[in-house]
């Protein structure tokens, strides 16, 4: 019998981001176990609503690799990626680390990089599609980038993924 699961990439990456979901939940639990008053407690709830937004991000933006003629799955996506008062917009970003380092510190701060400007390029397109969600097609992007900060990072050995955040 083959586990269906692995079968598909994007469910495997769902998967993961799940079970990296879990475990830094439980994580930051233990941040609010050991951290007294509401600002622990501040600090525990926007970590955890920055994790549930990467990971819905994270699972559209690959459902838009996979399906990218689908405009209803760009519309779902920017409607998830602009916070509700429009003020600020988010993207995901995930980066490899290369084995052509020597160093594995230079590998990681790559694949930190690699992901930074991945999640920009999708910043560009949430520029875009916000104006009209059909145009630019997925793969046909031109624009700049806009400045944008990291406001949550997961760093494993095999990759990096970042929400950053930026103003439009």
């Known amino acids: 019998m083959t586990n269906r699961i692995f079968q598909s990439p994007t469910k495997l990456l ?7 979901l879990i475990f830094s939940w439980a ?5 609010q176990a050991h951290s007294p008053g509401t600002a622990g407690q501040t600090a525990v709830h926007d970590t955890l609503k920055q994790m549930a937004l990467l990971q819905q991000l994270q699972w559209l933006q690959q459902e838009i690799i996979s399906r990218p003629d689908q ?3 760009r519309q779902r996506w920017v409607a998830a990626a602009v916070d509700s008062s429009g003020q600020k917009l988010y993207a995901v ?3 490899k680390p290369s084995s052509s380092f020597k ?4 590998a990681q701060q790559a694949a930190e990089r690699a ?8 910043l560009t397109y949430l520029q875009a599609w916000r104006r ?3 145009r630019p097609p997925f ?5 700049q980038a806009p400045a944008a900060q990291v406001i949550y990072k997961i760093v494993t050995l095999d990759q990096t993924i970042v929400l950053v955040e930026t103003k439009p």
Do not use: E
Request: net charge negative; charged share 15%.
């Open 14 to 20: 769902f998967y993961a981001s799940c079970a990296g």
């Open 27 to 31: 994580l930051a639990q233990t941040v």
């Open 71 to 73: 405009p209803l799955l």
């Open 93 to 95: 970003g995930v980066g």
């Open 103 to 106: 160093s594995p510190l230079a």
């Open 115 to 122: 992901a930074f400007l991945d999640a920009c390029r999708w």
């Open 132 to 134: 009209d969600y059909r």
């Open 139 to 143: 793969g046909d992007l031109v624009g």
